[in-house]
């Protein structure tokens, strides 16, 4: 499988990528990218199998991203790996189709809990 | 999530939650407690616009971060470069101030971090703030509510 990550913070695409490795996902794919907009054009590309995406980034958020990959009829599964944890975030993810929300700061353990169903752990 | 003003024992949680995830690699932080009062040289932001209005600060001296990137980024401190330190202290605020936003009134933005050398800002007004001891370096996280919002209340009273 392929696993796109997408975080204007190259450290946070650094740990979630470490952390997919710790939390026994280490054997799948990872593309990275550094913004919404160049994350749009990776899906089209690269078609990968799931997107983790931060909330805040610049040339296009993820709320907006995946507005938009929907609106293009891309229904990737998407999740969000982001420090903004508020109700409203999380009902507009929601309402937008993610399959869920990770808090920043993360562990291994809140990976394997949310990402499992839809990855096979290595 | 309550929107209530983050109080120091907040601040001090989610900076401990902040530290144990990211930066536990054997030197627990020790929060909440200065064991030198160490001036920062750098400091990274992200500010809060809408029902409140503010910055979230940490600032840490260049060694700290440094320090703090090599272990961000699992790679020796003498191949850390200036970029590898402001992403790496950006995305420390980022992570506190996302945390801090949702305890704050509520419709509001969190801007992209932005990363600067200190110099003294005597224009601001401190509401809580909380020191990180690890690997005996100190990190000050503050929470700043902006001049203009300040005077605001001021004028209200």
Excluded: Y
Excluded at chain 1, 53 to 67: A, C, F, K, R, T
Excluded at chain 1, 78 to 104: P, W
Excluded at chain 2, 135 to 148: G, H, I, Q, W
Aim: proline share 5%.
């Amino acid at each position: 499988m392929k696993i796109l990550v997408a975080d204007d913070s190259r450290v946070m695409r650094q740990i979630v990528i470490r952390t997919l490795r710790q939390a026994g996902f280490g054997d799948h794919d990872v593309v990275e990218a550094p913004d919404g907009a160049a994350a749009h054009t990776v899906v089209q590309e690269e078609n990968p199998d799931l997107v983790l995406s931060d909330w805040n980034m610049p040339n296009m958020s993820g709320i907006e991203l995946l507005h938009a990959l929907r609106a293009g009829g891309k229904q990737v599964p998407f999740a969000f790996v982001t420090s903004e944890c508020s109700q409203d975030m999380k009902n507009l993810a929601e309402a937008g189709g993610a399959l869920c929300v990770i808090t920043k700061p993360f562990t291994a353990d809140a990976f394997k809990e949310h990402l499992a169903p839809f990855l096979e752990s290595a | 999530m309550s929107s209530e003003i983050p109080t120091v024992e907040q601040l001090d949680d989610i900076a401990e939650q902040v530290w144990a995830a990211f930066l536990d690699d054997g030197n627990p932080a020790v929060i909440g407690f200065a064991a030198g009062d160490e001036r920062g040289d750098l400091a990274a932001s992200v500010s809060v616009a809408g029902a409140w209005e503010g910055t979230l600060v940490v600032s840490c001296t260049d060694d700290a971060s440094r320090e703090v990137a090599s272990a961000l980024f699992a790679m020796p401190v003498s191949e850390v470069t200036p970029a590898d330190i402001g992403d790496a202290l950006g995305e420390l605020a980022n992570v506190l101030g996302g945390n801090v936003k949702s305890m704050l009134p509520s419709p509001s933005t969190l801007s992209l971090p932005e990363v600067f050398t200190t110099d003294d800002d005597s224009q601001v007004v401190e509401v809580c703030r909380t020191v990180v001891t690890w690997r005996e370096r100190t990190f000050t996280v503050a929470l700043l509510k902006s001049p203009r919002a300040v005077a605001q209340e001021e004028v209200a009273s």
